[in-house]
């Protein structure tokens, strides 16, 4: 079980960037792989990206493919989403989430229940 706590949310206008980090605590980090969702109001949860163990393998929903990038920092124990050409539509709550504990290295889930650890999660709001 890992301890999430999210920052780096904002007030954007829209094409512009932001970087959200997501800490983690305890020493196994590197033992879990990682992930980010978003919820707006009124709407389910949903994926945004994930990242493996050893940071080697990402995924992506279509929906902020190439727009943006997940990656990680097992010595800070630390996930990052660089976010750009923000859009109105990417407005929500982001979450950071830990998956289970020792899967393989290359594994990289994106379902909901595939995480077993929640962040409380950092507003983005994106202006037009």
């Known amino acids: 079980q890992v301890h999430l706590v999210e920052s780096g949310g904002g007030l954007v206008q829209a094409g512009g960037s932001l970087r959200l980090s997501c800490a983690a605590s305890?020493?196994?980090?590197?033992?879990?792989?990682m992930g980010w969702f978003r919820q707006a109001p009124g709407k389910e949860r949903e994926f945004v990206a994930a990242?493996?163990?050893?940071?080697?393998?990402?995924r992506y929903a279509d929906s902020v493919k190439g727009r943006f990038t997940i990656s990680r920092d097992n010595a800070k124990n630390t996930v990052y989403l660089q976010m750009n050409s923000l859009k109105p539509e990417d407005t929500a709550v982001y979450y950071c989430?830990?998956?289970?504990?020792?899967?393989?290295?290359?594994?990289?889930?994106?379902?909901?229940?595939?995480?077993?650890?929640w962040g409380q999660g950092t507003q983005v709001t994106v202006s037009s």
């Open positions: 990242i493996s163990r050893s940071g080697e393998s990402t």
């Open positions: 305890g020493r196994t980090f590197s033992r879990y792989a």
């Open positions: 989430a830990a998956g289970r504990y020792g899967t393989s290295t290359w594994y990289t889930p994106v379902g909901l229940l595939d995480f077993d650890s």
